[in-house]
Structure formats: structure tokens, C-alpha cells
């Protein structure tokens, strides 16, 4: 089958944890809106049908039309065999992309707490003061669970030796990590060892090495999700 | 089976979901955290065995455990009637609630913008300003977005003439914004005259009401995500 992903054709955002799965799972696809055209045909999904979705990221998969990235990712997994089939794991797999998912909303929220509808500059206080509880507790809780979700499974991913698409996902959340936050990120890298180590191995994969090097790979920019503001990175 | 949902005691919150869906299924569960010393086996599971959920609501259904509220719910609906049996609209349900999830971390966030580890009197000013915008912007794209849903299912509920786990979650919606916000939802709902329907319908279903009115049904308060501050009700 030939995937359909829908996604905002500048920025890596929430369409970047279904662009790596696609890639590492060799899928057959088109990414829609980054065709001449593609965001005024990703606009009209929104009115067509009697399903819209509410926002991209969303896949059409022969008639299937499936919205939000961690829902994506489970239905995919398994055919791109990036999950173990067992439903207790793919149960494990969905529930660690769902944690990811409120970390992916805290980490926007850094440089956007009041509003994604103003401008970081309209925010840049609350921002401040947003990103310095997010560094101080929520980083360290969240990072620390998937530090010993890796003890756990003895590692180097979440599966033990078996890749998954959570993993590729962990590797996407580093990535953005160090892109938002360098400094801060080369102080914090030491105390969760594990998460870089597979960070570094989902980077070697023949696959993943050949997108990230490719024009698919769309780079970090001061747009979405993943952002620098030297504010913010103290 | 008999079902053992985890979540705060004196709280609503995510948990509610999943009390509403276990209540209207008629299924046979012990809410864990509220019989004696259920906080400590709650706390408990977050250090037992190799997979330990992130945070609450979790569920432990014979050897599997499942957390995130939507997840548990994409995993009982089948078991309990609450969802159609296709795979589309599984896919469309799961889809739905993972919206309702993403409003509910808004809803939270009108009095904690800034960090749930401070007080709501520590953010009182980003408070304030949160939530103009999320009353201006967020609570009309949203609610408006599951007003069409209905108006394309032909209503009352969001398949049609079948209830589902969904529309439970939607009347949790409605029934937390008239607590947090009276006066703001009052002017607010002849907007959304679909959603108020099916909320109405769904407070008349034996089950719920029966539910409602028991202890069972934790009463809203100043805790947990549903709250009111006479100040950003305006």
C-alpha cells in the first residue's frame, strides 16, 4: 500500500515521529502536502468526508483516514514491523508514544505558555519562567522514566534488542532537546545515559542515516515545536 | 473479568473517563485507590515489575496493565459495548478521545500555565491571560469541532443513534467547563446545541444517573483539573 501522510510541509513538528517510522519501516508513501498543491489538498481533508480530522498529523491508508501521531504510530507499527506483535506490547508500545505525546505538548509550551496564537514575544516572560519549572522537574521526570524504562528492558531499546517506533521517537525528542536547549541539554545528557546511547544507535540505522542525510529530512527551524531562543537556554 | 482502575481518590480528573465507561458498561471493577490503603498500591506500581506506567489513571485487567485514559478506554470499549466493532470506527473513537485528552491538559492548564508544582495563587497573572485566549480561540474550535461530529453522525451521539465511551467523555467535558466556568459556558452553549443534547441524553441513561447520584460520583473541587477561581469566569 502506498501511505498517505498529512503533515505541515516546513517544520519536522508532530509529523516527524510518523515521517521516521515511515522511513525506518521502508513504507511506500507520499508525503501529501509536501507535493505542489499539497497543503491546499491537506486543507480541504479538513471539510471533506464525515470524519475530518481536527489537526495534521494524519494518514490516509487506503480508505482509512487516521489523525494524531501516537494513533498513527499504533496502527502502522505492526505493519512496518516496528512493534512486537503481542497485544500486551503493543499495548506497552502506544502507552509510552501517549507519554511522549504530553511531553511533545510541554515542550512547545517552553517557548509558547499563554498562547499558540501569539507570538513567543507577546510570551516571553511567562515563557521564561514555563521553560525554568520544565527544566528543573518536568524534564528530569520524564526523561528519568524513560531512563528506566531502558534499565528495565535491558536494553538498548525500549524492546531489549529489537527496535520499535517509540524508540525512533526517543531518538526525535533528543534531537529536539539538543536543538532547543543546547546548553541545557549538555548539562542534563550525563544523567540519562541509556536514552542517548539509543539516541545513538537509532542514528546508525541504514535507513534513519540515509533520511536524516536526505532533502526528506526538513531541518529544525524557529518554527513548530522545536525551537532555539537563547532565552530560554541558560 | 473484575476490572481494577487506579487513580486519586478525592479527584475526578482523568480518571473520570474511565469511571463513566466502566459505570454505563455495567463491568465489575474495585476502583483500587479508594478501599482502604488503595493510595499506597497505587503508589506502589509505579516501582513493580519491568513496565510501570508513567502516572495516573492505569488500569490492571487480568496480567495486563494499561495507563493513559484514552487507552484504557480504547482497550474496555469492545469488552463493555461501547464502541462499534470495525476497525474504522475503533480508529475514529480512539481519534475522537485523543482530541478530548488534548482539550482536558488545556482545561488544566487555565490555572496552572505555568507548572502544577506551584500553587494556582503563584500564577494567578498567566492564569488570567491563559485563559482569555483558551475561552477566545481554543474552547470554540474545540467544542465547535465535536458540534459538526454530531451534526455529520446525524446525532444524538457521535455514531449516530449508539452510544459510546466518546460521548461519556463529552459529558465530562460540558459537566467540568459549567463547574470551572458558569458564567463563561452559560453565554457560551447555544453555540454548541448538539453537544448540550448529548450531554443531556447521557445524564438520562439508567446507568449514569444511577451513578451520578451515588457516592461513587467524586464531587468536583478546588483539586484536580475541573476547578473554579471566580476570576477567570468572567
Known amino acids: ?12 513538528g508532530r509529523g516527524e515521529f510518523v515521517r521516521l517510522a515511515l522511513e525506518e519501516g521502508g513504507a511506500d508513501y507520499v508525503d501529501v502536502a509536501r507535493q505542489g498543491r499539497g497543503v491546499d489538498a491537506m486543507m480541504r481533508m ?9 489537526a495534521p ?9 487516521i489523525a494524531h501521531s501516537a494513533l498513527i504510530l499504533f496502527y502502522l507499527a505492526p505493519k512496518l514491523k516496528l512493534v512486537p506483535r503481542s497485544e500486551a506490547d503493543r499495548v506497552w508500545a502506544h502507552q509510552l508514544q501517549l507519554t511522549i ?31 525554568g519549572e520544565f527544566w528543573r522537574r518536568r524534564v528530569p521526570k520524564m526523561m528519568g522514566y524513560f531512563e528506566r524504562v531502558l534499565a528495565n528492558s535491558g536494553g538498548p531499546f525500549v ?19 539538543r536543538y532547543g536547549f543546547p546548553k541545557r541539554m549538555k548539562r542534563f545528557e550525563k544523567k ?3 536514552v542517548i546511547a539509543l539516541r545513538d544507535r537509532v542514528a546508525k540505522r541504514p535507513r534513519i542515516a540515509a533520511y536524516l542525510a536526505s532533502e526528506r529530512r526538513i531541518p529544525f527551524s524557529q518554527w513548530g515545536i522545536w525551537r532555539y531562543y537563547k532565552q530560554l537556554d541558560t
Open 1 to 12: 500500500m502506498r501511505y498517505q501522510p498529512y503533515y505541515w510541509p516546513e517544520i519536522q
Open 46 to 54: 479538513f471539510e471533506a468526508g464525515k470524519r475530518p480530522p481536527f
Open 57 to 65: 498529523p494524519f494518514l490516509k491508508a487506503g480508505k482509512l483516514m
Open 101 to 131: 505525546t504530553d511531553f511533545v505538548k510541554e515542550i512547545h509550551d517552553t517557548h509558547h505558555p499563554i498562547s499558540n496564537a501569539l507570538y513567543y514575544e507577546q510570551q516571553r516572560a511567562p515563557a521564561k519562567r514555563y521553560t
Open 159 to 177: 524492546f531489549g534488542r529489537r527496535l520499535s517506533y517509540v524508540d525512533l521517537s526517543l531518538f526525535q525528542i533528543v534531537e529536539g532537546l
Open 192 to 194: 540519562i545515559p541509556r
